[in-house]
């Protein structure tokens, strides 16, 4: 009953720049952590940029790209700059939700992916 919807993506040439954007929605109490991964042909996915447990990058984009947006209103977007060949993947949403009823008294903590978007950087 959680859903990530991604947005953003596509071809770009060497030295360009994407935002991606992210949007959550369905019946979430809070929003506890917000991020980005990408998984190329051949590779296992992993963890681009996240922010609400604090901010943080993967070594290989720190100073080109940028995580912004605001967890509240459940959104988050992905400014990518001096794109380089090997950014090349599909990107997904990544989310850390917390459902259940507060009338009830009840929570969970629940994962979401969003359905990925490509991103492709020519040479």
């Known amino acids: 009953q959680v859903h990530l919807v991604e947005s953003g993506g596509g071809l770009v040439q060497f030295g360009g720049s994407l935002r991606l954007s992210c949007a959550a929605s369905g019946s979430i109490i809070s929003t506890k952590i917000m991020g980005w991964y990408r998984q190329a042909p051949g590779k296992e996915r992993e963890l681009v940029a996240s922010?609400?447990?604090?901010?943080n990058y993967a070594d290989s984009v720190k100073g080109r790209f940028t995580i912004s947006g605001d967890i509240s209103k459940n959104t988050v977007y992905l400014q990518m700059n001096s794109l380089k060949p090997e950014d090349t993947a599909v990107y997904y949403c990544?989310?850390?939700?917390?459902?259940?009823?507060?009338?009830?008294?009840?929570?969970?903590?629940?994962?979401?992916w969003g359905q990925g978007t490509q991103v492709t950087v020519s040479s």
């Open positions: 922010m609400g447990s604090g901010t």
């Open positions: 990544n989310s850390e939700v917390i459902t259940g009823s507060v009338r009830e008294g009840r929570f969970r903590s629940l994962e979401v």
